[in-house]
């Protein structure tokens, strides 16, 4: 530049030097011709002295003044790149970068120092997209028509940042001197595209689980219900019986990923209830036994008190079975499983819980553990650290929602080789609301002699129930479906105690069925199951309207309990 200005001074020079020359030769010849005309030749002589420095000054000053408007609208373009919230970046004709923004400069891990020396842009680039983005920036010098295109790029750390590039060229003193690119990180969203792909997925199988579940907890229902009733008539330390708790605890797993797909899919059903923690871990103390295996110490350790919370307790059930199963995947070659429940006052100490009391249960392993980058993703729908074919990846992400409904928390405490331990806070109540009382468990083996019609289109279900019933002293009319069951009741209204409906079922639903009996005989008792309610139309109503209702798959002594229930009322 230096150069190049000092040549154009001295043509200038050489240009005004010339025209003084040519009227000194002028004015000379005037005054031979005259030598009258001294005056014409001092005016001559006097004025290219005077015009040619003038002259020089002037184009001293417009080159300066526009030196410095250049330097301006450097500045101004600095200062705005400053401002955008993209990284922006200069490169040479060679791709060596020769200026970037300072949100460039943090967001690809770089300093102002590091660019002190040579940093050439396709040294970021996976080496798949690494010829691609040479390619489309020859394409850019040559002017030539591209679309810009998403790369994926490295940080001075070495993360993978996938972004899309916008260039253009660069233009100074008329030359091509390189491009400019603004870069977009596309990280969030991929996130958020990630997100939708699978709420998409989650959506779909939500759908299909719907669509099947009804027949598949049908099925359940039979296993688990000869299960429980096979339990019955078998001793308790024998080979049978716990081949017999290994079928019934395979079957309620089974049902479990179906609740589990329904609940992220937002199309389970949901039924508050007082629940007994004590009485939930009693219950599983004995069912879980025979299923941990002889190489793993299984240990309860129960409340000091009743611990009562308010939660839906087929999905508080739930939780704790999932929990105590991904406990016995992480510790294939054995080890300590603790369980444990009791009141808790949080104190601060425990993030996102509130000063409200709570019943924390935890579930602890002395299994394989995990690092921070598998924790942080644990909860994610479909992500698992275990073979193909040996899980679903949605275990812990149906907790995760489930104790989110619950408004409660689920806190996480694990290292490599050391185990975990896996606390759940959920806020407690001080005692069982009254009119949702539990009922004694004694209700579960009282027998009774009234007339029950039920009403089943699964044939293998229908024999489990009336087979229940039937053990417990009950009499049974059965009926195949809506329209036989008010045919039969017609034929027997004067017997029949209790109605027990499946609510889909073909020609006329439970719930029109038992619309059109009641009409005949008002008040009469009813209790509805089904394997899948839509929380609308008319499976809403079943909820509103406050009757009983047991979800599929049915277990006998549930099923058996709820009768008594009923029939107490």
Same mark, same amino acid.
């Given at each position: 530049?230096?150069?190049?200005?000092?040549?154009?001074?001295?043509?200038?020079?050489?240009?005004?030097?010339?025209?003084?020359?040519?009227?000194?030769?002028?004015?000379?010849?005037?005054?031979?011709?005259?030598?009258?005309?001294?005056?014409?030749?001092?005016?001559?002589?006097?004025?290219?002295?005077?015009?040619?420095?003038?002259?020089?000054?002037?184009?001293?000053?417009?080159?300066?003044?526009?030196?410095?408007?250049?330097?301006?609208?450097?500045?101004?373009?600095?200062?705005?790149?400053?401002?955008?919230?993209?990284?922006?970046?200069?490169?040479?004709?060679?791709?060596?970068?020769?200026?970037?923004?300072?949100?460039?400069?943090?967001?690809?891990?770089?300093?102002?120092?590091?660019?002190?020396?040579?940093?050439?842009?396709?040294?970021?680039?996976?080496?798949?997209?690494?010829?691609?983005?040479?390619?489309?920036?020859?394409?850019?010098?040559?002017?030539?028509?591209?679309?810009?295109?998403?790369?994926?790029?490295?940080?001075?750390?070495?993360?993978?940042?996938?972004?899309?590039?916008?260039?253009?060229?660069?233009?100074?003193?008329?030359?091509?001197?390189?491009?400019?690119?603004?870069?977009?990180?596309?990280?969030?969203?991929?996130?958020?595209?990630?997100?939708?792909?699978?709420?998409?997925?989650?959506?779909?199988?939500?759908?299909?689980?719907?669509?099947?579940?009804?027949?598949?907890?049908?099925?359940?229902?039979?296993?688990?219900?000869?299960?429980?009733?096979?339990?019955?008539?078998?001793?308790?330390?024998?080979?049978?019986?716990?081949?017999?708790?290994?079928?019934?605890?395979?079957?309620?797993?089974?049902?479990?990923?179906?609740?589990?797909?329904?609940?992220?899919?937002?199309?389970?059903?949901?039924?508050?209830?007082?629940?007994?923690?004590?009485?939930?871990?009693?219950?599983?103390?004995?069912?879980?036994?025979?299923?941990?295996?002889?190489?793993?110490?299984?240990?309860?350790?129960?409340?000091?008190?009743?611990?009562?919370?308010?939660?839906?307790?087929?999905?508080?059930?739930?939780?704790?079975?999932?929990?105590?199963?991904?406990?016995?995947?992480?510790?294939?070659?054995?080890?300590?499983?603790?369980?444990?429940?009791?009141?808790? $006052? &949080?104190?601060? %100490?425990?993030?996102?819980?509130?000063?409200? =009391?709570? /019943? *924390?249960? #935890?579930?602890?392993?002395?299994?394989?553990?995990?690092?921070?980058?598998?924790?942080?993703?644990?909860?994610?729908?479909?992500?698992?650290?275990?073979?193909?074919?040996?899980?679903?990846?949605?275990?812990?992400?149906?907790?995760?929602?489930?104790?989110?409904?619950?408004?409660?928390?689920?806190?996480?405490?694990?290292?490599?080789?050391?185990?975990?331990?896996?606390?759940?806070?959920?806020?407690?109540?001080?005692?069982?609301?009254?009119?949702?009382?539990?009922?004694?468990?004694?209700?579960?083996?009282?027998?009774?002699?009234?007339?029950?019609?039920?009403?089943?289109?699964?044939?293998?279900?229908?024999?489990?129930?009336?087979?229940?019933?039937? $053990? &417990?002293?009950? %009499?049974?009319?059965?009926?195949?479906?809506? =329209?036989? /069951? *008010?045919? #039969?009741?017609?034929?027997?209204?004067?017997?029949?105690?209790?109605?027990?409906?499946?609510?889909?079922?073909?020609?006329?639903?439970?719930?029109?069925?038992?619309?059109?009996?009641?009409?005949?005989?008002?008040?009469?008792?009813?209790?509805?199951?089904?394997?899948?309610?839509?929380?609308?139309?008319?499976?809403?109503?079943?909820?509103?309207?406050?009757?009983?209702?047991?979800?599929?798959?049915?277990?006998?002594?549930?099923?058996?309990?709820?009768?008594?229930?009923?029939?107490?009322?």
């Amino acid at each position: 530049m230096v150069l190049r200005g000092l040549i154009k001074s001295i043509r200038w020079r050489l240009i005004i030097y010339a025209i003084l020359l040519s009227e000194l030769i002028t004015l000379s010849i005037s005054i031979i011709r005259d030598r009258y005309s001294l005056e014409l030749f001092l005016f001559g002589f006097f004025v290219p002295l005077i015009v040619a420095p003038a002259m020089a000054l002037y184009s001293y000053l417009m080159r300066r003044r526009t030196e410095q408007a250049l330097r301006d609208s450097e500045a101004r373009f600095r200062e705005m790149a400053e401002l955008l919230p993209q990284p922006i970046c200069e490169l040479d004709l060679k791709g060596n970068i020769t200026y970037a923004n300072k949100l460039a400069l943090k967001s690809f891990g770089y300093s102002e120092e590091d660019l002190s020396a040579t940093i050439n842009v396709f040294d970021l680039f996976l080496p798949e997209d690494k010829d691609r983005a040479i390619n489309n920036f020859r394409s850019r010098l040559n002017n030539e028509n591209f679309d810009d295109h998403e790369y994926s790029m490295l940080t001075k750390d070495g993360r993978t940042v996938p972004v899309h590039v916008y260039s253009s060229t660069i233009i100074r003193n008329g030359n091509l001197a390189g491009v400019r690119a603004v870069i977009n990180d596309l990280s969030e969203r991929k996130m958020l595209e990630e997100q939708l792909i699978h709420s998409q997925k989650l959506e779909t199988i939500g759908t299909l689980t719907a669509g099947v579940s009804h027949e598949f907890n049908n099925i359940l229902s039979s296993i688990i219900g000869y299960g429980e009733m096979l339990q019955d008539e078998l001793n308790i330390n024998t080979k049978a019986m716990a081949y017999s708790d290994r079928i019934v605890f395979a079957a309620k797993k089974a049902s479990k990923i179906t609740e589990g797909m329904l609940s992220y899919s937002r199309k389970q059903i949901t039924r508050f209830d007082t629940v007994n923690v004590k009485t939930v871990l009693k219950e599983l103390k004995s069912f879980v036994s025979n299923l941990v295996g002889e190489n793993i110490v299984f240990n309860i350790n129960m409340p000091r008190e009743e611990l009562y919370i308010y939660a839906d307790p087929s999905q508080f059930e739930q939780v704790i079975l999932n929990l105590i199963t991904n406990a016995i995947d992480a510790m294939p070659a054995g080890g300590t499983l603790t369980v444990s429940a009791d009141r808790s $006052s &949080a104190d601060g %100490s425990t993030p996102l819980i509130s000063s409200d =009391e709570h /019943a *924390v249960i #935890k579930v602890t392993d002395s299994g394989m553990g995990m690092d921070k980058e598998i924790q942080a993703k644990i909860y994610e729908p479909f992500f698992t650290t275990k073979d193909i074919g040996k899980g679903t990846g949605l275990g812990l992400s149906v907790v995760y929602g489930i104790v989110k409904k619950h408004n409660g928390h689920i806190n996480l405490i694990s290292e490599p080789g050391k185990g975990s331990s896996f606390e759940v806070f959920v806020p407690s109540i001080k005692a069982p609301f009254p009119s949702e009382k539990p009922a004694s468990t004694d209700s579960i083996f009282r027998k009774g002699t009234e007339t029950v019609l039920v009403a089943e289109d699964d044939p293998n279900v229908r024999k489990m129930i009336v087979s229940a019933l039937k $053990s &417990a002293g009950y %009499s049974v009319i059965e009926a195949v479906d809506g =329209e036989a /069951a *008010v045919r #039969k009741f017609e034929a027997n209204k004067e017997k029949v105690d209790l109605l027990v409906f499946d609510f889909a079922m073909p020609t006329m639903d439970g719930l029109e069925a038992y619309k059109q009996i009641n009409d005949l005989q008002n008040g009469v008792k009813v209790i509805f199951m089904s394997g899948y309610v839509l929380e609308e139309g008319r499976g809403k109503e079943i909820l509103d309207e406050k009757y009983t209702f047991i979800p599929k798959p049915l277990s006998p002594k549930t099923l058996l309990a709820t009768v008594r229930e009923q029939l107490d009322k």
